[in-house]
């Protein structure tokens, strides 16, 4: 772990900018989907924080562009400072979030991700500015940059041991199905939890079945119609019964027109519309990839 500064040639360093930087650098066996899955999943910042002594409630488990957490911060024994952070922005090449509220003047909480031949080089970096002058300075290096390691640290083991277990869940597929610049999405009878509500449609990959065959074999059954794959769309995604992951795919040429085979209907959608639309939690946490591959198809 090491004090930081950096940034483009002529642009202040990160250090100039926020006073007080610290950085850590990990390297983790799995790829870097499946590293920003566990980035994006709040249990697992909950639980880093927690091993540092601090706390983290979240409205949503799997984090997305917007949503904001609530930290407690434990200053001193029987005193916890309150802070909400936004996320600013997650993919497979990193998560960022900013201070949305509390004492602190400023927060960036910066983690990026670089592939590696044997997995995932994460880099995680708090970058802040303490408040109070240099009354703020002086507790800034007796108890904030302490704190701060000890996040780190904890960030560190959490997301590895989270990461390789992810990368070794039973998976299970999502089709983002895109003709003439829509998406095609599904609604769910089942259960009575997640009825009414919209998905990709998809299902788990059998035994020996690479995913791309699952997203084929899925569409078939589900949809009645022939896809074919062109690719990933977002992170890693933990759920219950292992890890999601979202495919492209278009229709196949001369390929029947989709049918609610096993939901209650279908809609296309466009790019405006899928903010907008009830999504499950799992998909809802791809939106912002889902509207960026529909602007690009556009």
């Known amino acids: 772990m090491s004090d930081a500064s950096g940034g483009l040639p002529g642009e202040p360093s990160a250090e100039d900018r926020f006073g007080s930087v610290l950085r850590l650098d990990v390297l983790i066996d799995a790829p870097p989907r499946t590293v920003a899955g566990v980035l994006r999943d709040a249990t697992a910042a909950a639980e880093a924080l927690s091993r540092a002594g601090h706390r983290l409630t979240s409205p949503v488990r799997l984090l997305a562009p917007d949503?904001?957490?609530?930290?407690?911060?434990?200053?001193?024994?029987?005193?916890?400072?309150?802070?909400?952070?936004?996320?600013?922005?997650?993919?497979?090449?990193?998560?960022?979030?900013?201070?949305?509220?509390?004492?602190?003047?400023?927060?960036?909480?910066?983690?990026?991700?670089?592939?590696?031949?044997?997995?995932?080089?994460?880099?995680?970096?708090?970058?802040?500015?303490?408040?109070?002058?240099?009354?703020?300075?002086?507790?800034?290096?007796?108890?904030?940059?302490?704190?701060?390691?000890?996040?780190?640290?904890?960030?560190?083991?959490?997301?590895?041991?989270?990461?390789?277990?992810?990368a070794a869940a039973p998976a299970v597929v999502a089709t983002a199905l895109v003709r003439d610049g829509r998406l095609l999405i599904a609604q769910r009878t089942r259960p009575p939890a997640l009825a009414g509500r919209w998905e990709l449609p998809g299902g788990r990959v059998e035994r020996g079945e690479d995913e791309s065959a699952a997203v084929v074999r899925e569409c078939r059954e589900e949809l009645g119609t022939e896809v074919v794959p062109d690719g990933?769309?977002?992170?890693?995604?933990?759920?219950?019964?292992?890890?999601?992951?979202?495919?492209?795919?278009?229709?196949?040429?001369?390929?029947p027109e989709p049918r609610a085979l096993e939901h209650a209907a279908l809609r296309w959608v466009g790019a405006a519309e899928v903010p907008e639309v009830n999504w499950v939690d799992a998909d809802r946490a791809v939106v912002t990839d889902l509207v960026r591959l529909l602007t690009d198809e556009g």
């Open 232 to 255: 990933r769309v977002g992170t890693d995604l933990r759920i219950d019964v292992g890890v999601l992951r979202v495919h492209r795919a278009r229709p196949a040429t001369a390929a």
């Open 67 to 166: 949503d904001e957490v609530r930290v407690a911060v434990r200053a001193v024994p029987g005193l916890r400072i309150p802070l909400r952070t936004r996320i600013t922005g997650i993919d497979a090449n990193g998560m960022t979030s900013v201070l949305a509220g509390g004492p602190m003047r400023a927060v960036e909480h910066v983690t990026t991700l670089t592939p590696s031949p044997v997995g995932t080089w994460l880099r995680d970096e708090l970058r802040w500015t303490a408040p109070l002058g240099r009354v703020g300075m002086l507790a800034d290096r007796v108890v904030v940059r302490r704190m701060m390691r000890r996040v780190l640290a904890a960030r560190a083991e959490v997301i590895t041991t989270r990461s390789e277990a992810l």
